[in-house]
């Protein structure tokens, strides 16, 4: 039996916590501004939040990580974001002030998230075998998996309880951190000696080709949940579909094919070189914000939103396997600021769209936010004219 059996599943669930972390409240975006009067901007606000914060604990994880260990890191992440499901679940009925109630909860579960997004990476990375870009994508198709769930396990919940018992929903959530917390906590977990060494992360910060995966990561973030994240919204408001259809054929079609996208390669990725892939991901990707924004039919944009979930599938784990290639002994350093990275685009992608969208449409958000795939497909073409990460030894060893 694998050994490592039991760190494999909770570093699994620990990417469908961060799921429900990042897709639970969009669902909610309708009910938010018609319920409590809380306008696009503000509401693009709230991600920017959740991001933020995510951010600041990529940033810190330098120095918070190796004072917490590992598993300390990892335990706390999950208490972070039960108490923040469980917050935001109860803190909006007390609280005078409801929108400030929600950036409470946001502010807790976002830190256990950004622990999350550190932590788990490495922790698959370390773990004996052959590391390669498709095993990376295997564990972020988890990701995928746990939103496909978030919607479809939210939108029978909302149709059993009933749209206004969104708060209990919420509280429901908050099992999965808490049952993956007592699975961590006798989780067998591997940190290699490099980790502990202090010059290594210095030879990755001077490296040209780090930046241009920063910029990457930034665009990647972008890209992805600028749709997953207002495609509930788009498809309720903006197409005029019921909810649980807007669910369904927004958020919940663009996770399904985002996860298996990444489980493909996962599956068939040794034989892909990862630079072509994400080039012709990236030009898809803008193909698609291009129809979602311009083609007048409600199906032709659903279509285009499902299918950006396959475009975005390679994105942020191909750019973590890019960086893993390069640079092998990175460590948590590393992936911490590439997260950070992925988070930045993360707030920015979603609040531009809500900003653009206030004074205008989600439609004209769409089309804005279509730089950043455009981004995507210029640094992949200077990485395959100048850079070879396959081929090229790692610069740590």
């Not at 429900?20 to 306008?39: A, E, G, M, Q, R």
């Not at 999350?116 to 095993?135: M, N, Q, T, W």
């Amino acid at each position: 039996m694998d050994k490592y059996l039991r760190t494999r599943i909770a570093c699994y669930i620990g990417y469908f916590v961060q799921a429900i972390i990042n897709n639970f409240l969009p669902l909610l975006f309708v009910t938010f501004n018609t319920d409590y009067n809380l306008s696009y901007d503000k509401i693009g606000t709230l991600i920017v939040i959740n991001f933020c914060v995510q951010i600041a604990v990529d940033l810190c994880s330098i120095k918070i990580i190796p004072w917490l260990t590992y598993r300390g890191a990892t335990l706390a992440a999950h208490v972070l974001a039960a108490v923040g499901l469980i917050a935001l679940s109860v803190l909006p009925k007390i609280m005078a002030n409801t929108y400030l109630a929600i950036v409470i909860s946001i502010i807790l579960y976002a830190t256990g998230s950004g622990l999350i997004e550190v932590i788990i990476s490495p922790l698959i990375e370390y773990l004996p075998g052959k590391k390669s870009a498709a095993r990376m994508s295997f564990l972020h198709s988890f990701y995928c998996w746990g939103q496909v769930l978030t919607v479809l396990l939210t939108t029978v919940l909302f149709a059993v309880l009933g749209r206004e018992n969104w708060s209990t929903v919420a509280a429901l959530w908050a099992i999965i951190p808490t049952v993956n917390f007592f699975i961590f906590l006798k989780a067998p977990i591997v940190v290699p000696e490099s980790e502990q060494k202090g010059g290594v992360r210095d030879k990755v910060f001077v490296e040209p080709f780090f930046y241009m995966l920063f910029i990457l990561m930034l665009s990647a973030g972008a890209s992805e949940i600028s749709v997953s994240q207002w495609a509930s919204t788009f498809a309720e408001q903006g197409l005029g579909l019921q909810k649980a259809v807007g669910d369904l054929a927004g958020p919940c079609a663009f996770a399904v094919l985002m996860g298996a996208g990444r489980l493909l390669y996962g599956i068939f990725g040794k034989k892909i070189n990862i630079n072509i892939l994400m080039l012709l991901c990236a030009a898809l990707c803008l193909v698609c914000y291009l129809g979602i924004a311009l083609i007048p039919s409600a199906l032709g944009c659903v279509i285009f939103c499902a299918v950006c979930g396959l475009s975005v599938s390679i994105m942020w784990p191909g750019a973590f396997s890019m960086a893993s290639a390069r640079f092998e002994n990175g460590g948590a350093p590393m992936f911490g600021i590439l997260a950070a990275a992925g988070d930045l685009g993360c707030s920015l992608g979603p609040w531009l769209v809500g900003l653009i969208s206030s004074g205008a449409t989600l439609k004209d958000g769409f089309l804005v936010a279509s730089v950043f795939p455009t981004v995507i497909i210029v640094v992949t073409l200077c990485f395959i004219l100048k850079y070879s990460c396959i081929n090229r030894q790692n610069v740590l060893k």
